[in-house]
């Protein structure tokens, strides 16, 4: 019954200051609203920039590192001989790679892991020639990885399973050579390697760079182009369940086979630490912008409890204990904040709509923000919490008010 009195006098407060109020409910509103957008923003510039990054790159790479010379002298030794560390010239590769992937394999995180093998080319047409890298990997693997059907033009990649002298190249390299599915190339290797091959299909990233230089063949063939055996191999690609733990688990399959394991973000570190800096920088904005809203909201129930000293003594007078009045005006903070919160997040829906349907073109498509349901809660949460807090400072002053002391004045 007390609840019910104290929930009729806030609404009697929140109606009689429509002005204030409504000033109020208007700041939640934007500050709920730009909180949602912008880190829903944050969120999909993250998502693209991961789905462009593994469109390219496995979430952990294990090739051989490159070994620096040490010093000539022995560390024991009284004194100590400074050289110049240089790289010392090593094959680079996986030594008994079948064995290498049966461990990495056996690893419960791991969903995909296949050899492959880079190798600098040169494409031929006539007079035409353009550099380039070529990839040898295993074609249907290799497409569970990177979704290289995703961006194909023209042919399949199980016309590069089906063809063992079959290439996959990049529109840039289609464009500027002239060439369509089903045409004949020649590609030479760094090793004098001349080979024919047969365009088998045509993809296109919207990466200009990666289409005007990028080919894939099959394993033997990049193994040929290098003059090399069955069991050369430069890198073995791994993707697990979650990219997240990339870093973790590099380390758990460095260990286990002795070669470097670089994941995903390790490898593009500056770009990572980009996206760090502007997730700081739009949590900052946003949160400052629900403070301020919040400093609105108390601002306006400090001035109501100035206004209705009175009206609070008289309260407290006829049986109205501290805590109705705490209750008062809490509940008409938290009735503005609920109607801030509900227009803030139906205006951050009509923003968020509109902005992900503006295409600009590239390899991003349309703008890189949708709906994501956790920041739609992480904003509504924040919001409710912020009014609350609003509230129940202005709301504990009051709940000080001695009425004798103001029947007196």
């Known amino acids: 019954m007390a609840n019910s009195i104290n929930r009729k006098i806030a609404t009697t407060y929140f109606i009689s200051g429509r002005k204030m109020t409504t000033v109020a409910i208007v700041g939640v509103l934007l500050g709920i609203s730009i909180f949602i957008f912008m880190n829903s923003l944050s969120a999909g510039f993250d998502r693209q920039s991961s789905e462009s990054f593994f469109k390219t790159t496995a979430h952990i790479r294990i090739y051989k590192d490159d070994v620096?010379?040490?010093?000539?002298?022995?560390?024991?030794?009284?004194?100590?001989?400074?050289?110049?560390?240089?790289v010392v010239p090593t094959k680079n590769t996986i030594e008994n790679p079948n064995e290498i992937l049966?461990?990495?394999?056996?690893?419960?995180?791991?969903?995909?892991?296949?050899?492959?093998?880079?190798?600098?080319?040169?494409?031929n047409n006539g007079e035409s020639q353009i550099?380039?890298?070529?990839i040898g990997f295993p074609p249907m693997e290799g497409n569970q990885m990177y979704k290289i059907e995703s961006f194909m033009v023209q042919g399949a990649i199980q016309n590069l399973e089906m063809n063992r002298n079959?290439?996959?190249?990049?529109?840039?390299?289609?464009?500027?050579?002239?060439?369509?599915t089903g045409d004949n190339m020649n590609i030479t290797s760094?090793?004098?390697?001349?080979?024919?091959?047969?365009?088998?299909?045509?993809f296109q990233t919207n990466n200009s760079k990666e289409d005007k230089t990028k080919s894939y063949v099959n394993v033997a063939v990049a193994q040929q182009l290098l003059r090399e055996g069955n069991t050369y191999i430069t890198d073995i690609n791994v993707n697990v369940k979650d990219p997240n733990q990339a870093p973790d688990i590099a380390a758990d399959l460095s260990k286990l086979t002795g070669y470097k394991a670089e994941d995903?973000?390790?490898?593009?570190?500056?770009?990572?630490?980009?996206?760090?800096?502007?997730?700081?920088?739009?949590?900052?904005?946003?949160?400052?912008?629900?403070?301020?809203s919040c400093f609105g909201i108390y601002n306006i129930l400090n001035m109501t409890v100035s206004q209705k000293i009175n009206d609070i003594a008289i309260l407290k007078a006829?049986?109205?204990?501290?805590?109705?009045?705490?209750?008062?005006?809490?509940?008409?903070?938290?009735?503005?904040?609920?109607?801030?919160?509900?227009?803030?997040?139906?205006?951050?829906?009509?923003?968020?709509n509109i902005?992900?349907?503006?295409?600009?073109?590239?390899?991003?498509?349309?703008?890189?923000?949708?709906?994501?349901?956790?920041?739609?809660?992480?904003?509504?949460?924040?919001?409710?919490?912020?009014?609350?807090?609003?509230?129940?400072?202005?709301?504990?002053?009051?709940?000080?008010?001695?009425?004798?002391?103001?029947?007196?004045?």
């Open 68 to 86: 620096l010379s040490a010093p000539l002298q022995p560390e024991n030794e009284s004194s100590v001989l400074i050289v110049n560390p240089k």
């Open 102 to 123: 049966a461990l990495v394999r056996q690893n419960e995180d791991v969903v995909l892991a296949f050899p492959q093998v880079n190798t600098p080319v040169f494409y």
């Open 131 to 134: 550099a380039g890298t070529t």
């Open 166 to 180: 079959g290439i996959l190249i990049g529109s840039g390299i289609a464009e500027r050579m002239n060439l369509n």
């Open 190 to 202: 760094s090793k004098g390697v001349n080979l024919n091959l047969t365009v088998v299909g045509i």
């Open 264 to 292: 995903w973000k390790a490898a593009n570190a500056s770009y990572m630490a980009a996206s760090r800096m502007r997730k700081i920088v739009i949590t900052f904005i946003s949160f400052t912008l629900l403070i301020v």
């Open 318 to 352: 006829i049986g109205f204990n501290g805590k109705d009045v705490v209750r008062i005006f809490v509940y008409q903070a938290l009735t503005i904040g609920m109607i801030g919160v509900v227009l803030g997040v139906g205006f951050a829906m009509i923003l968020v």
């Open 355 to 409: 902005l992900s349907h503006v295409y600009i073109g590239g390899d991003i498509g349309n703008f890189p923000i949708r709906f994501e349901p956790f920041v739609f809660l992480k904003g509504i949460s924040i919001g409710f919490v912020i009014t609350f807090l609003a509230g129940y400072v202005p709301a504990r002053k009051a709940a000080k008010v001695d009425p004798v002391s103001i029947f007196r004045k």
